[in-house]
């Protein structure tokens, strides 16, 4: 099992920037990848960012060049640096571990507002 915990989430205005982390533990060896996802209210789970186990990384058209996904020393902790945000960036921001099965993390809030 893998037990993911998403932190950084928050309030801020548009124009502004967000760090968001995804500590994985349990059994962290067999992840092959860690992603980033979002759900707005009333809209799917969207697909943001992922970084494999080489660090290769791939982004959705909707944030490249805005967002970067990237790994701590740790390998364990997955980052996602958001900058220029927009009030459609307003979601509740997910992670995900790819390994024998698919482990979700519990969301953190972002909203983005003046």
């Known amino acids: 099992q893998v037990q993911l915990v998403e932190s950084g989430g928050g309030w801020v205005q548009p124009g502004g920037s967000l760090r968001l982390s995804c500590a994985a533990s349990?059994?962290?060896?067999?992840?092959?990848?860690m992603a980033w996802y979002r759900q707005a209210p009333g809209k799917q789970r969207e697909f943001l960012a992922v970084?494999?186990?080489?660090?290769?990384?791939d982004y959705a058209d909707s944030v490249k060049g805005r967002f970067t996904i990237s790994r701590g020393n740790a390998k364990n902790t997955v980052y996602l640096q958001m900058n220029s945000l927009k009030p459609e960036d307003t979601a509740v921001y997910y992670c995900?571990?790819?390994?024998?099965?698919?482990?979700w993390g519990q969301g953190t809030q972002v909203t983005v507002s003046s």
């Open positions: 995900k571990a790819r390994s024998f099965a698919e482990f």
């Open positions: 349990g059994t962290v060896s067999g992840i092959r990848n």
């Open positions: 970084i494999t186990s080489s660090d290769d990384t």
